[in-house]
DNA sequence: CATTAATCGAGACGGTACGTCCAGTCTTTTG
DNA sequence: CAAAAGACTGGACGTACCGTCTCGATTAATG
């Protein structure tokens, strides 16, 4: 019985990807996304161009692993009621948009991914779609205690949510505050409660 | 009043606008924007790159005018009830991003707009502006006919609809499809009806 | 009978002539005929490109009518004696070179002239030939009066006193001063003196 | 002792600088110095244009390597006599400047230098400086055997030959052949060899 | 004296080459 | 033997000038 690929020992060096994702993550916030070059990761990771392309494979790969690693998944602790609960994570999430690297680079890597399916796949499956899930459940145990109608598709409640703040936050043409993300919950869940209208 | 340099005379060439704005449509349909190159657009339009960086200073630039000029400002006919009126207009704007080239590229070109504040100003103004406006002053007159909640923001609403669209457009988690703007748009509206709750 | 072309008086502004010439000649001298431009010319002298190419058609033409009409044909005074007179001709064929805008700028002209056979031409027959001209008569009539060798060519004597000099100034391996001028003026008469050897 | 910066392993890829130096050398025999440019070395050479940046940085740091790498620095074997090694050496010269694609251009390149001081000390000092030193050995040695006078700078001898050559060549006033060498390499040796005059 | 056509300043135009930057690959030591 | 170092080809960048081509606005001889 040979040797696989996968018993292989990692001889992939820590101190190299360290170095490269930290450094990836500096310059983010330094000159942006879009200014961001592999090569300048590579000078501030005192890394050989190479060591980033054997393990990646582009700009955006790299960026992304520095986004599943740094953005904290901490939820902030439920409320007492829905709606509270909801709320908080909608000013978490506005604050992660306004006030990190990450957040601030977000809606340029989402660009990016339009035209990218393989990125927009990893985006969606391992960074989104966790923080989807979260909600998503929070969602189905309120249906299911009986304070959301039952006929409403959970993921378009999360959606009638989290789509004006990003449409807002992509195109600038109004504030996204905190006011703003609690009339949204307020408005969806005026809609959505069991027994309503 | 007195001639100003402003009203001189203007020596532009057509000519030479048409074939760069063509020759960019027809790129940006072929290649996508982040493939598109100022030399390849050049190079189509049998035209000296200088005469774009003249006139225009950008890729990004070149191809929000594109854009602003091909995009349709055409609505469709407002229909016997807002519901249906809003539903046509939501089942043309998810005609446009899947059907035509410009849409296809809407995504990347918001998404370089996040690093690039004139860009986005310009897309906000010029594009987005404008069609907002149209749904605005059609939810302004239902609101006046008292349909809608007088206690209502109109951007709100328009939020509240056209976000879920462009989240799930942007993502593409789910299927932007006609059933979904449907959904999309009775839920809204059953919240914001007048007599409602 | 008609006007034919030829017969039509010559429009040409003479006030755009002088200011294209002396923008020419002030900008040889900050920047050197390499880094000269037409349109840094056309610039400087308020004039439309066009009319500079209108009657000139290069760079090298209009430095080149620079040269001819600055350089000043003005010839030292004959001295007493064959060599005192050929001598202050080197003195001030090595003064020029060394302190004029155009002397210094003579070498790369000629360079320039070693791939265009027009500008050599005009070069040879408008610059070159009058100064020769005027040496070579001076020396023909000392042939006649019998202080040079009948036997010589007097083209081969020029180019005996002259090529040195050049020689020194193109590859400045040494110095090209009044005290080599003197050593290859006398070392020449020493070589073609009538009675000599 | 230790290793410095400057014994750092020599990376440059042989095969880049011949393809380099032989496409300069074809389109200098093709096009001319004038007209010959970077790109068209870097397409001809199938080389990155950054790698002749690299390791010369100009259009004339490139052909000058060419002319130190190219031209024979081979040498006419002496005569019998003084006069004949020397009209030896000029026919050689006036060979290589009439004949070869080298000597074609080298006129230019000198224009050129006018304007260069780092490229006329490098033209000097490793072209024109070997080839002088061994004519200069040679007059040193029949100088030293009484041929010559002692009285005489042997720099200055050599200036009177070649550069009437030059001279005729840089202006092409006058036919340069064996004849017009052999006459100056004649007049020169009657006016500098010993008991002469 | 008005007409009229060449010339003018201005500057946009299609192009070519510049010198730089970075992508992604390949090669040569070093640890 | 993987990683650092960095040279390599390739291609687009944005700039500088080239020489040509309109544009009205003089301007000077002619009709």
Redesign the interface.
């Known amino acids: 019985m040979t040797t696989t690929g996968a018993e292989r020992v990692q001889r992939r060096s820590e101190r190299s990807r360290r170095a490269i994702l930290d450094a990836t993550y500096e310059l983010l916030d330094e000159v942006?996304?879009?200014a961001l070059t592999i090569e300048a990761i590579a000078a501030r990771a005192k890394v050989g161009k190479q060591t980033i392309y054997r393990w990646w494979g582009s700009k955006s790969a790299v960026v992304l692993d520095v986004f599943l690693e740094r953005s904290s998944s901490a939820v902030p602790p439920d409320g007492p009621t829905l709606d509270v609960t909801l709320k908080r994570r909608a000013e978490r999430f506005i604050e992660v948009f306004h006030r990190t690297p990450l957040g601030r680079?977000l809606?340029?890597?989402?660009?990016?991914?339009?035209?990218d399916d393989e990125l927009?796949a990893i985006?969606?499956d391992q960074w989104?779609?966790p923080r989807?899930e979260s909600i998503r459940s929070t969602l189905v145990e309120a249906q299911e205690r009986g304070e959301l109608r039952s006929d409403l598709?959970v993921?378009?409640i999360i959606?009638?949510i989290?789509?004006?703040?990003?449409?807002?936050m992509?195109?600038?043409?109004?504030e996204v505050d905190v006011a703003?993300a609690h009339?949204?919950v307020d408005?969806?869940l005026?809609?959505?409660r069991a027994g309503?209208?």
């Open positions: 942006g996304y879009q680079n809606g340029v890597l989402l660009g990016e991914a339009q035209a927009r985006l969606v989104f779609g989807r598709d993921d378009t959606d009638a989290y789509g004006p703040l990003w449409y807002r992509a195109f600038a043409h109004a703003f009339e949204v408005a969806v005026q809609g959505v309503g209208s």
